[in-house]
Each structure stands twice: as C-alpha cells, then as structure tokens.
C-alpha cells in the first residue's frame, strides 16, 4: 500500500523522537497535568471539603503524571540504539493512510449524526472503515453497511425504542 | 448447607425459557469473540454494555457472564489451528496446542482446551459458591481506611507488579484516575475539570470510556497493521473429537494442575488469566521433563490442558472476588462491576444481603454457561474456526458501527461521540508504545473509591493519617503490596529473560498485533 519498510532506511534516524514513542506518551501526562492544575487552579470550590476537598485528588493525580513522565522521558533518553532502531522500525512501518481513513470515517460521524442523521452516517462509516482496511469493492462495502445500519435501526429504534436520529431522511 | 439452599434457589430463577436464552446468546457471543483474533470479551461487554438500558439486570449479567467464560473457552482454537492465540490467554496453550494440530492431533487439542476450560470453570465457581459468602462477611466490617487500601492495591498490583514495564502501567493507570475526576464532586457538590460543558457534569461515562480504548483504539492499531501481518494458514480439524483413555488420563492431573494454579490469580488483581496460563504452562512443561521422553516441543496433551484450566479458573475466583469484595480483577471483571452499578448495585459485602437473589441467579448462570460452552466448543470447534473466514475489514468496520452506536445511544449526545474519538487516539498512541489498557479501566471504576474512601477515612479520623494503618486488615494488605513490589524490583534486577520468556513475548505481540 504505502512505502515498504526498507525505504524508510534513511529517515529514520533523522528526529530524536525516532524510536521514543515514550516521549509521546510523556507529552501527553504533562498535557493531563497541565489541565488538572488549570482546572484546580480555576476551581469554583462549594462548600468544606475537608483536608483534601474537592481539588485534593486532582494535585495527586498531576503529581503523578508528571512524575510518570519524566520517568518516561529518562528511560526513552537511556534507550540503548538496538532497541531503538527496532521500535522505530515498528513505527515506520504503520499504514498510516488506512489509520487517516478510519478516523476520518469516525470523525464524519461524529459531525454529522445529528444532521445527517444514523442510517446514512452509519452507512458512511461502514464503507469508510472497510475501504481504509483494504477492502477495494466500494458498491458492496456500501451495501452491507447499509443492510448492518438498518438492521440496527430496525431493532434499536423500532423494537428496543432507542432514539436514533433521523436526520435527513426524516424531513424528506 | 445456607449456600446449597440458595444455589439451588438461583437455579430456580435461571431456569426460566427467556433467562436460558440470555445463557446461550453470552455463550454464543463470548465463544465467537474469543475464536477472533482482537476481538477480547471485555471489548465484547463494552460494546454490548448500552444494552442494559433495555434489558432487566439478571438478563443482563446473565449474558455477560457467559461471554465472560466464552471468550476463553473460544481462545484457544484460532490459537490451535493457526497459531494466532485469539487472545493473549491463549498464548500459552499455542505452544503445544498448535504442534498438536500439526501432528494430525487438532481434534484432541481441541477437546483438551474445552475439556480444561470446563474443569476450571466449574471447579472455581464451586469454591466461590461456597467461599464467597464467607469473604462477604468479613468484608462487612471494612470501613474507609480497608477500602482505600483494597484500591491502593489494586492499583499498584495492575500497573506495577503484573505489567511488562511499570512506568508504563503507571501512566497507564494516571490517564484512568484523570478521567475518572472529571464531574461534580460527589461529597461537596463542586464542578471538577468540567470546563462549563454541561455534558460533563455528570462526569465521562464508563461506557464512553471503555468502547473508546478497546474498541476505537483496537480499530485504529489494527488500521496501522493492515497489510503488515504475515499470512496463516488453517489447518482443518478431522476426526473424532473425543479423547482416548490414555489421552483422558494424562490431561486429568494437568487439568486439575492447572485449575489450582489459576484459582488464587482469580482475587489478585492482576490484570486476568496471562500470569497463571503461562505457570500452568512452565509447571507442567518441567514435569515433563522429568519424564523418560519428554513429549513438550512434539505437542504434549498437558500443555494444552493446564493453562487452559489455569486461565478458566482464574475467570472463576475472579467473579468471587468482585462478588463479595467488589474488588475487579481484570478488564472484563471491571466491565461486570460496571455494569452492576448502571442497575445502581454495588458489588462488595451488602451485594448478598441487598441483592442476594441476583447473586445466586447469577452464580447458578455460570454453572450452565459452563455446561452449555462445553457442549457448544467440543464438538463445533471446527465450524468455530470458519469465524476466522469472516473478512478482517468487515469486521472492524462492524465494531466501529456498534461502538458509536453505543456511546451515542447511552446518552445521544455529540459530546459524548467527539470523547471517543480523542480517548480511541489516545488508547492508539499506547497501544502503539506498548502501554496497558487494562490499569485504565481499572482505575477508572475504582478511582472514585479510592479518592471517597480516603476523604471519609481522613473526615472520619480528624485528618489522622495513622487511621489508614489501624487495622489488621489494612496492615495485611499494605504488607503484601511491598511485598509485591520487593518481588518485581528483585525480578527486574536478575540477569535478563531465559530466551523462552523471550519467545513468549514475541509471540504475544504478534497476537495482539493482529
């Protein structure tokens, strides 16, 4: 599909992230840190909580993460190449037009439930993520996630009486 | 005998048309999860977990713990006949299993594993009928400090003493205590981390949470794969499935081996059947060597019996240890007390006395799963196995339609859909960075136990924190944590993995990769 693992030979030393994914991950916790002490610094405290009150778990919980991060960093940093160059092998090798198609898929769906409405989206995220794994028969993908939505729609809505919207083809 | 009588009064309530039903369709489902690589029975209880909304509790539970024991009964056969474990509990029945397969014997190896599964199913659920009620008892006179340190443990046992790597374990288990902040706070009533987004007050819903990281991320990490895995081949199943005399004699003791070695894993809380399957396997593999010709390498029956009755009977005492302590000791036991507490019951010591019917319903249930899994994978493991024809794209592309569907379903709402999407990036970036799923969850559910606990325990005691380590119960476990952990800083610091450790692991990569 995408390029073969021997071509990315050349690129993969260039960023000291190459074979790091931990960094990623620790960007992440001080992320999470970072909100947890926004959010407790802006907190609208009600009431006495007590020693630890309301904001107690917070504090422990971005202490935490920071502290899980840099552990993270330190042993990305102490890494030995071997181990390196074999997660970073990994890596390159993700087909990473087929994870862009089914997020996509996903985030259509999301944008667009309320308006569109579940059969078509649901039908649009079926052939989406069946098309992105490699399945080439668009008019088929289609129909079964057609066929899969109604059903769902049929039992969900009619039987079970789960609201699911309607969307367009409702107001037609 | 008081368990006898109320066993038998569960039996009663189970043995009703619609509730033998719900015992089929969880056996149905928890085997054809289990036979498909990925496909996991907690992701199975996550997607279906929006169900109980329609369904009535016993229904419900009924269902899920048939999927529950399913999903190992079903693992084992993709792991047999093609030699990708359907599950990482599988892995270690792989090694001879699939050499089994290969000298002609998968019949056998099939009927072994189901055989196994069954022995440990029902040899647990047993010792939990008749444990469970007495560990409830004494779990009636926990009070915060008990709670507070039952969720230490289980938090540091999940993320530390069990996981490959603990830094990864941890960051696993800080990304589930943030999430599990979000809301407002339950004692003072102020809105936490909620960013004046209405949909937030009520915190993030479990179901939004576990769909996201199992499913959604399953999805994207098998996305990232697609068109890397190398191909497998099936190799068919013919012939009797039953066992020879000799077979049935040599797989008895591994069976029963294997059983007790799984049984106590079940209240540890470390993170599922891996940890036991894999000892049932060295156990019997050493035994093996002292014999005259030693069969393990050829496929030898008892690698296939023990851990598969290791990983069934750990499934069991499992279900004892969220029964009586509400104590989750893997993913899909947290899935469970998840969805006890959507019907707003709280497993733990009063679950016996306040809901004492569903209890013994349930236990009964778990008895005719085991039965009606045996009955379902011994002679139908061969047409099990055409599962695996099902086309990869249409499947996922399936799960990714139910699980919006779920998360969208529980509350309709937008928020809830766009929470997916960044906790399933999430749950792929750890996946990527071999990061654990399982400590999410678990802290997750038991996050807001721990914080409440500790706030009540220290309210309680004037802010004494000597209150924590007042009682045996506290000193019992907080000993045995550093003990714990004693153990895994000595394991780190020997000389590395024999290379069949090594092996192991690559192996399990290569299922979970799939």
């Known amino acids: 599909m995408s390029a073969p693992t021997a071509a990315g030979e050349g690129t993969r030393r260039t960023t000291p992230i190459a ?62 190449a071997p181990a390196r160059e074999a997660a970073a092998a990994v890596s390159a090798d993700t087909n990473w037009r087929a994870v862009l198609t089914v997020f996509g898929g996903l985030l259509a769906f999301t944008a667009l439930i309320e308006t569109v409405g579940w059969l078509i989206m649901a039908t649009v995220m079926f052939a989406t993520v069946a098309t992105g794994l490699g399945n080439r028969n668009l008019l088929r993908n289609v129909t079964v996630g057609f066929i899969l939505a109604s059903v769902v729609q049929i039992t969900f809505s009619g039987m079970l009486g789960l609201a699911l919207p309607s969307g367009l083809l409702g107001r037609g | 005998m008081d368990q006898l009588s109320s066993l038998a009064g569960g039996f009663g309530d189970v043995l009703t048309p619609m509730n033998l039903m719900w015992v089929l369709i969880g056996a149905f489902l928890g085997t054809a999860v289990g036979v498909m690589p990925g496909l996991g029975s907690a992701m199975a209880v996550a997607l279906l977990l929006p169900m109980t909304f329609t369904l009535d509790p016993l229904a419900a539970l009924i269902m899920f713990s048939g999927i529950y024991f399913g999903g190992l009964f079903g693992d084992s056969t993709a792991g047999i006949l093609m030699n990708t474990p359907g599950n990482s509990t599988a892995i270690a029945t792989t090694f001879e299993g699939h050499k089994m397969a290969r000298g002609g014997r998968a019949p056998q190896a099939l009927a072994t594993s189901a055989i196994g599964a069954f022995i440990g199913s029902i040899l647990a659920t047993t010792l939990v009928v008749f444990f469970a009620p007495t560990m409830a008892d004494l779990a009636t006179s926990f009070g915060p400090g008990e709670y507070f340190a039952l969720a230490l443990f289980a938090f540091v046992a999940i993320s530390t003493v069990v996981s ?130 030693p069969e393990f390498g050829t496929g030898a029956i008892e690698g296939v019996a023990g851990p598969e009755a290791a990983g069934n009977a750990t499934a069991g005492s499992a279900m004892g240890a969220l029964l009586a302590l509400g104590l989750p000791t893997s993913a899909t036991a947290a899935l469970l007390l998840a969805t006890f507490q959507q019907y707003g019951m709280q497993p733990g010591p009063l679950l016996f006395e306040r809901n004492g019917e569903i209890v013994w319903a349930l236990l009964a249930a778990l008895f005719l799963a085991a039965i009606v899994l045996l009955i379902l994978n011994l002679p139908f493991a061969p047409l099990w196995a055409k599962l695996l024809m099902l086309p990869q794209s249409y499947l996922y592309a399936g799960i990714t339609v139910f699980a919006s569907l779920g998360v969208y379903a529980t509350g309709a709402s937008q928020t809830d859909l766009v929470l997916m999407c960044a906790l399933g990036l999430l749950a792929f970036v750890m996946r990527r960075n071999d990061v654990p799923l399982a400590p999410v969850l678990i802290a997750v559910i038991l996050g807001p ?16 924190p000597v209150t924590l380590v007042s009682s045996p119960i506290t000193i019992g476990l907080y000993t045995l944590l550093a003990l714990g952990i004693a153990w895994t800083v000595y394991r780190r610091l020997r000389p590395p993995a024999p290379p069949e450790a090594v092996a192991a692991e690559q192996q399990e990569r290569v299922g979970s990769d799939r």
């Open chain 2, 164 to 293: 490959e790597s603990p830094l990864r374990g941890l960051a696993a288990l800080t990304f589930g205590l943030a999430f599990a902040l979000v809301g407002v706070d339950q004692s003072t009533g102020t809105a936490r981390y909620t960013f004046e987004v209405p949909a937030l007050f009520d915190g993030i819903s479990i179901v939004v949470i576990t769909v996201a990281v199992l499913a959604v991320g399953e999805v994207l990490h098998v996305a990232g794969r697609h068109g890397r895995a190398g191909g497998t081949e099936l190799i068919p199943s013919r012939g009797r499935p039953w066992l020879s005399g000799g077979e049935f004699r040599r797989a008895l003791p591994a069976w029963l081996r294997g059983a007790s070695i799984g049984v106590p894993f079940g209240i540890i809380p470390a993170g599922g059947a891996e940890v036991p399957t894999f000892l049932s396997y060295t156990t019997e593999k050493q035994l093996d060597k002292r014999r005259d010709e």
């Open chain 2, 449 to 464: 136990l721990a914080e409440y606990s500790l706030r009540d325990a220290m309210a309680n005691s004037g802010n004494d």
């Open chain 1, 19 to 80: 074979g790091r994914g931990e960094i990623v991950v620790a960007g992440l916790l001080l992320v999470l840190a970072g909100v947890l002490v926004h959010g407790n610094l802006t907190m609208d405290v009600v009431g006495d909580g007590g020693l630890l009150g309301p904001q107690g778990a917070g504090w422990l919980v971005a202490v935490l993460a920071v502290l899980v991060a840099l552990g993270l960093v330190r042993s990305a940093l102490a890494k030995p």
